[in-house]
């Protein structure tokens, strides 16, 4: 258990719709990092929160969005889903305290499986 | 991020040592090499990560070459378990800075019974 928590962990839905997924980091992490991992595409870097502010922005569509908040749970709102969404989205946090020289080590939950029909 | 190059896949007998490649010949000087493996679907995990000590955990030992250019995790007795994709990743390591890891195609290791 990495101690990250993703919900849901599956979800159905229909093309042009809207999911938001949910994730609550391990106690203590600043950061928050959200994957998305399709059959053909592996795992890519969407984007990355650090104490409520965007610090990096990946292969994010625009028809996605994230936000954290204040207490470091973040969300990932996906919208107008296509049938190329459907896909296994992780978030991952990490503790990024700017007194650690470096870890590097992201802890990474056990995703959510949207499947866009 | 310098790029890494990996195996596709290799197998390994159960109990035995499981050695597995990367080649980074393009790493800088602060930049350090992780290790993450992914067992089917689940979320990845972390292994290990060094500079340009070798280094040894509870899971794995990661010995990097004098140059950096390459390095080579070693799981020293392998088990159905550790049946997995592991990923390679280079990437500078420094306070405040992004910290998004780079997940390239990685290495599927079978472990045979």
């Known amino acids: 258990d990495s101690g990250v928590t993703q919900t849901p962990k599956h979800l159905i839905t229909a093309t042009g719709q809207r999911v938001t997924l949910r994730c609550s980091p391990r106690?203590?992490?600043?950061?928050v990092y959200w994957y998305q991992q399709s059959l053909d595409q592996g795992l890519q870097f969407l984007i990355q929160?650090?104490?409520?502010?965007?610090?990096a922005k990946g292969n994010i569509l625009e028809r996605f969005s994230a936000q954290q908040f204040p207490d470091l749970h973040s969300e990932l709102n996906l919208s107008s889903l296509e049938l190329g969404d459907s896909a296994l989205y992780f978030c991952?946090?990490?503790?990024?305290?700017?007194?650690?020289?470096?870890?590097?080590?992201?802890?990474f939950g056990e995703g959510s499986r949207l499947t866009v029909l | 991020d310098a790029k890494t190059t990996q195996p596709p896949s290799m197998d390994c007998a159960e109990g035995r040592a499981a050695n597995l490649p990367c080649n980074h010949s393009?790493?800088?000087?602060?930049?350090?090499v992780y290790w993450y493996r992914q067992i089917h679907s689940q979320g990845p995990q972390y292994i290990i990560h060094?500079?340009?000590n070798n280094e040894t955990n509870e899971m794995a030992s990661l010995i990097i070459t004098e140059d950096r250019k390459s390095s080579t995790l070693i799981l020293p007795h392998a088990t159905l378990r550790d049946t997995a994709v592991y990923y390679c990743?280079?990437?500078?390591?420094?306070?405040?800075?992004?910290?998004?890891?780079?997940f390239g195609s990685g290495t599927q290791l079978t472990v045979l019974p």
């Open positions: 060094g500079l340009k």
């Open positions: 106690s203590g992490d600043l950061s």
């Open positions: 990743i280079v990437r500078v390591g420094s306070s405040g800075s992004a910290r998004q890891l780079t």
């Open positions: 991952a946090s990490s503790v990024d305290n700017r007194a650690f020289t470096n870890t590097g080590e992201l802890f």
């Open positions: 393009t790493i800088s000087g602060n930049e350090y």
């Open positions: 929160y650090y104490n409520g502010e965007e610090r």
